[in-house]
Nanobody, 115 residues
């Protein structure tokens, strides 16, 4: 059974940084891409960053230059490094993996940017 477990969210001051982790357990085949979405209260879920398996990485314009998406093969963990955080970055962040057959979601981790 495949599970995605996020961690690393919390309260951070404007201008601060944090690293979100998404640990993947179980066996997954035929991955198309993986990444992170976020959803602020009362808004739709939007893509933050994604990477194609064996391909390039893309970032939303709102986070470009302030985010880095990587995959730690040894730990089987998808990492999202966020920098220079703003109050508008406040949201629940969800990791995902998209395969040929199925789309997997994590349960979400709250990020709150506030003084």
């Amino acid at each position: 059974q495949v599970q995605l477990q996020e961690s690393g969210g919390g309260l951070v001051q404007p201008g601060g940084s944090l690293r979100l982790s998404c640990t993947v357990s179980g066996s997954i085949a035929s991955i198309n891409n993986m990444g992170w979405y976020r959803q602020a209260p009362g808004k739709q879920r939007d893509l933050v960053a994604s990477t194609a398996w064996g391909g390039g990485t893309q970032y939303a314009d709102s986070v470009k230059g302030r985010s880095t998406l990587t995959f730690d093969n040894a730990q089987n963990t998808l990492l999202l490094q966020r920098r220079r955080l703003k109050p508008e970055d406040t949201a629940v962040y969800y990791c995902y993996i998209d395969t040929v057959r199925k789309h997997y979601w994590g349960q979400g981790t709250q990020v709150t940017v506030s003084a």
